[in-house]
């Protein structure tokens, strides 16, 4: 028992940043889709349609979500989980003190970007991917982690 209460302590930043993307899977679930979407998830449906409106790395990303979860609700879990992980990564880079860490984490839940990432556009994906590969590359930069630096460049990449 002690244990967990050590690790909830420990990481409190992360368990309140994971309640965060929780609550938006939540907000959204399914997933909010416009027509956009919709036309890039018949590409999703039928790789062969692949055109260059639509970014074909994420028609390949949301293909391989399919096979854990079909239908918008996989890549709607994966936006929130790394638009709330990079907000954890941030507060971890740049406060050492815990309740700071989670006073930041508020950031998550500006309407702005947290109202948008329920909705399922190459967009959002931009936005999600990128403000990982940024949280990656400060927290690179604090810890040296060469594995931390590819990483972010497989995000960039994405976004």
Do not use: C
Request: overall charge positive.
């Amino acid at each position: 028992m002690n244990l967990i209460v050590k690790i909830l302590k420990d990481y409190s930043d992360l368990v309140f940043s994971l309640l965060i993307a929780l609550f938006g899977i939540i907000l959204f679930y399914p997933g909010s889709m416009t027509g956009d979407s919709i036309d890039q998830w018949r590409q999703v449906l039928e790789p062969k349609t692949i055109g260059n409106w639509f970014p074909p790395t994420m028609v390949y990303l949301w293909s391989a979500v399919n096979r854990l979860s079909f239908g918008p609700q996989g890549i709607l879990i994966l936006h929130y989980l790394t638009y709330s992980l990079s907000i954890f990564f941030l507060g971890r880079t740049f406060f050492s003190n815990q309740r700071h860490q989670i006073y930041y984490l508020l950031i998550g839940i500006f309407p702005a970007t947290f109202l948008i990432t329920g909705i399922i556009w190459k967009d959002v994906s931009m936005l999600v991917s990128i403000i990982m590969a940024i949280s990656l590359l400060f927290l690179y930069e604090k810890n040296k982690n060469i594995l931390l630096l590819f990483v972010s460049l497989i995000f960039f990449f994405y976004g």
